[in-house]
């Protein structure tokens, strides 16, 4: 089985502005990083992704919004939030990052590539169907969840493991019964959500609300406690992780404690749970991490893993 490695050189052009955590920089890292690992760098199908359609983020997302990230990008930017902003590139950038994820996805359903590894820019989580926020414009792991099931898949397991709660894919899946969504994250912190008795309108949410600055193994089990109780009579065909590397101990933006060997760890234990379930099919996607060195290590693990 050989690891796809999927990005889009259009990733690069988003640009908050230099003081902003969300930055190039983050995907540089990780290519930096890869060239000092030969036999890993070698031996991964290195592809470049496409440009989602407006057909395919409508699946996620209003028209009208999408409309909108097209013409603020198109009028050389502008700003959402206090913290989400569109520069003259944001459109074709955050355009590729959910069309990669859907080429990941196409390639695990086709059986071309079993597991993928997306390192695109923005990141997704917590886009709404209507609202860019937290550095999200258009939520690609939803995306590409909905896209999946538009290709034959039944079901769809998404695990986030970002410090913050996925609150934008939350929203976008929690009525749909197919998808099953699993999200640990710092409580209480940014955004304000993912308490663990809201389960949805279907219960097909898991929250994992946890405190900052817990001995790692109890971060671990919890979230590998809610993926079983998430699919407990319930086989994905597909597993889709929001890979938020935030979650790292020191990250400037978390306070959780995972160190590299808890990304080897978790990732692990998902790929041998796909394998049970689905004949291995993952696709990964960065998220968060906001100390780009550090990030970049723990992708370099994360990659290892997904092998």
């Known amino acids: 089985m050989t690891l796809a490695f999927i990005s889009h050189a259009d990733v690069g052009f988003h640009d908050n502005g230099w003081d902003h955590p969300e930055h190039v920089g983050r995907i540089r890292a990780i290519t930096r990083a890869l060239r000092y690992v030969p036999d890993l760098f070698m031996g991964l199908d290195h592809v470049e992704g496409r440009h989602a359609t ?3 983020l409508a699946l996620a997302h209003d028209r009208a919004y999408i409309a909108r990230v097209r013409e603020l990008s198109e009028a050389g930017g502008g700003r959402f939030d206090a913290d989400t902003t569109a520069s003259a590139g944001t459109w074709d950038a955050a355009r590729a990052a959910a069309g990669c994820v859907i080429e990941g996805v196409e390639r695990a359903l086709d059986g071309r590539n079993a597991r993928s590894f997306v390192a695109v820019r923005p990141p997704g989580h917590h886009a709404l169907r209507a609202q860019a926020m ?63 008795e809201d389960r949805g309108p279907l219960g097909t949410i898991w929250n994992v609300p ?42 400037p933006l978390g306070g959780f404690t995972l160190e590299l060997d808890d990304i080897r760890l978790l990732t692990r234990a998902l790929v041998e749970r796909a394998e049970r379930w689905c004949s291995g099919r993952v696709v990964s996607a960065l998220e968060g991490g906001y100390d780009p060195d550090r990030m970049a290590a723990a992708v370099i693990a994360h990659m290892e893993s997904l092998r």
């Open 134 to 196: 937290g550095f999200c414009l258009f939520g690609t792991v939803a995306v590409g969840a909905l896209h999946a099931l538009q290709r034959g898949a039944k079901r769809v397991l998404i695990v986030d493991w970002d410090v913050h709660h996925g609150n934008g894919t939350q929203s976008i899946v929690e009525r749909n019964a197919d998808i099953h969504f699993v999200s640990m994250h710092q409580w209480p912190w940014y955004p304000g959500s993912g308490a663990a």
């Open 54 to 56: 407006e057909d395919e």
């Open 210 to 251: 946890m405190a900052a600055g817990e001995p790692a193994g109890a971060y671990r089990t919890a979230l590998l406690t809610a993926v079983d109780a998430a699919t407990e009579g319930w086989t994905p065909d597909l597993v889709l992780i929001s890979a938020g590397f935030d979650s790292l101990a020191g990250d």
